[in-house]
C-alpha cells in the first residue's frame, strides 16, 4: 500500500522562477494538505484541497497557489520564488480526522 | 505568541536517561493533541496520541493538562535511537490543519 508520495526530492530554482511540487495521497485519503517547513522551524500550514477545492488557507500570500485534481493527487505551485521560500514543503493526505500521512517532502533550494 | 510553544533544546542526554518535553498552547478551543517525531531531513512521524487522562505507550508517557493548556512526553531509558526532533502538535475539531511547534531536539549520546 503506497504512503503519500511527493515528487520531485529536491529542487533548485532562481529567484523569481516559479515552481510546481506534486503529491499524490494515499490510497483511501480524499484530502491533502500542504505545509512548508523553513530550517530550525515546525511545518506551517500553506492550504488544504478537499473536493478538488481549497478548504482552508494559512497566512501565506497569493503566489502560493494549488491544485486538486479528481484522482486526489494535488499540486503546488509558487509564483515569483523568493530567497525566504527556501523549505521543505510537505504533503499531508487524510480521509476523516485525524489520521494525517505525510510525504517525505520535497527540499526546494532558491538561489 | 505563537500558537504552540515548545522547550528550545536541544536536549543531550546520555542512554538510560529520562528526558521531559514540555509544550504550552494558546488556543483554549484546541481538540486534538499529539506528539511528532522528525527524524533528520524527513518527514514528521505520529509518535502518540495526547489524551486528557494521560497514555502511555513503551518507554513513552505522554500528559495533557487542559486547564493550563500543557502537553508533556517523557521517554524513559533513552536509546540511541530516540535522537530526532519531537514536535509538539494541536488541532482544532472539525476539518482543520495540524498546528506544530518548532519541535525540540533530541540527541542521546552513549
Known amino acids: 500500500d503506497a504512503g503519500v508520495t511527493q515528487s520531485p526530492t529536491h529542487l533548485i530554482k532562481t529567484r523569481g522562477q516559479q515552481v510546481t511540487l506534486r503529491c499524490s495521497p494515499k490510497?483511501?485519503?480524499?484530502?491533502v494538505s500542504w505545509y512548508q517547513q523553513a530550517l530550525g522551524q515546525g511545518p506551517q500550514f500553506i492550504f488544504q484541497?478537499?473536493?478538488?477545492?481549497?478548504?482552508q488557507r494559512g497566512n501565506f500570500p497569493d503566489r502560493f497557489s494549488g491544485h486538486q485534481f479528481p484522482n486526489y493527487s494535488s499540486e503546488l505551485n509558487v509564483n515569483a520564488l523568493l530567497l525566504g521560500d527556501s523549505a521543505l514543503y510537505l504533503c499531508a493526505s487524510s480521509f476523516g480526522t485525524p489520521g494525517y500521512t505525510f510525504g517525505s517532502g520535497t527540499r526546494l533550494t532558491v538561489v | 505568541r505563537k500558537e504552540v510553544e515548545q522547550d528550545p533544546g536541544p536536549f543531550n542526554v546520555p542512554e538510560g536517561a529520562t528526558v521531559a518535553f514540555n509544550c504550552t498552547y494558546s488556543n483554549s478551543a484546541s481538540q486534538s493533541f499529539f506528539w511528532y517525531r522528525q527524524d533528520c531531513r524527513k518527514e514528521p512521524k505520529l509518535l502518540m496520541s495526547?489524551?486528557?487522562s494521560g497514555n502511555e505507550d513503551g518507554r513513552f508517557t505522554a500528559q495533557l493538562n487542559r486547564a493550563s493548556q500543557y502537553i508533556s512526553l517523557l521517554i524513559r531509558d533513552s536509546k540511541l535511537s530516540d535522537s530526532a526532533t519531537y514536535l509538539c502538535?494541536?488541532?482544532?475539531?472539525?476539518?482543520?490543519?495540524?498546528?506544530f511547534g518548532k519541535g525540540t531536539r533530541l540527541s542521546v549520546i552513549a
Open positions: 495526547v489524551y486528557s
Open positions: 490510497s483511501g485519503h480524499d484530502t
Open positions: 484541497y478537499y473536493e478538488e477545492e481549497e478548504r
Open positions: 502538535v494541536v488541532k482544532d475539531s472539525g476539518n482543520t490543519p495540524l498546528v
